[in-house]
C-alpha cells in the first residue's frame, strides 16, 4: 500500500492560487506514477493532471491546461498541485492517486489508480 493524505485545501477567490501537497509513505514511492483527480458535487470525478515516475513528464485535462500545474520530489516523498488563476468552476474535492508500483505512463482512468488519499476540498468563490 501506499498511503496518501493531501493538504492545502481551502477557500480562495477567483484569480487566485493554491498549491496542494500529497504525502506519501512507502519505499517505492518514485516508482509510482502519481495523479491528481477531482469531483465536484453532483459530478463524476475526473482527471486533472498526472507526472510520470521521474517528473520528466506530465499530462493535464484541457480545463486545467496553463494554469495548474504539477510537480514531485521523490526525496520528500512528495507530489504537489500548483493552480493560478483558479475559477469558481474549479471548486470540488480534490484526490491525489498513485497508479500501480511499475506502471510507466500517465492514465486519465480512475480505475488505473490504485492508491487513493482521503481529499481535500478546494472552494472558489466568485
Known amino acids: 500500500q501506499v498511503p496518501l493524505v493531501e493538504s492545502g485545501g481551502g477557500l480562495v477567490q477567483a484569480g487566485g492560487s493554491l498549491r496542494l501537497s500529497c504525502a506519501a509513505s512507502?519505499?517505492?514511492?518514485?516508482?509510482?506514477?502519481m495523479g491528481w483527480f477531482r469531483q465536484a458535487p453532483g459530478k463524476e470525478r475526473e482527471f486533472v493532471g498526472g507526472i510520470t515516475r521521474s517528473g520528466s513528464s506530465t499530462d493535464y485535462a484541457d480545463s486545467v491546461k496553463g494554469r495548474f500545474s504539477i510537480s514531485r520530489d521523490n526525496a520528500k516523498n512528495m507530489v504537489y498541485l500548483q493552480m493560478n488563476s483558479l475559477k469558481p468552476e474549479d471548486t470540488a474535492v480534490y484526490y491525489c492517486?498513485?497508479?500501480?508500483?511499475?506502471?510507466?505512463?500517465?492514465?486519465?482512468?480512475?480505475?488505473?489508480?490504485?492508491?487513493w488519499g482521503q481529499g481535500t476540498q478546494v472552494t472558489t468563490s466568485s
Open positions: 492517486a498513485a497508479r500501480k508500483t511499475g506502471r510507466t505512463y500517465i492514465s486519465t482512468r480512475i480505475y488505473e489508480y490504485e492508491y
Open positions: 512507502g519505499r517505492t514511492f518514485s516508482d509510482n506514477v
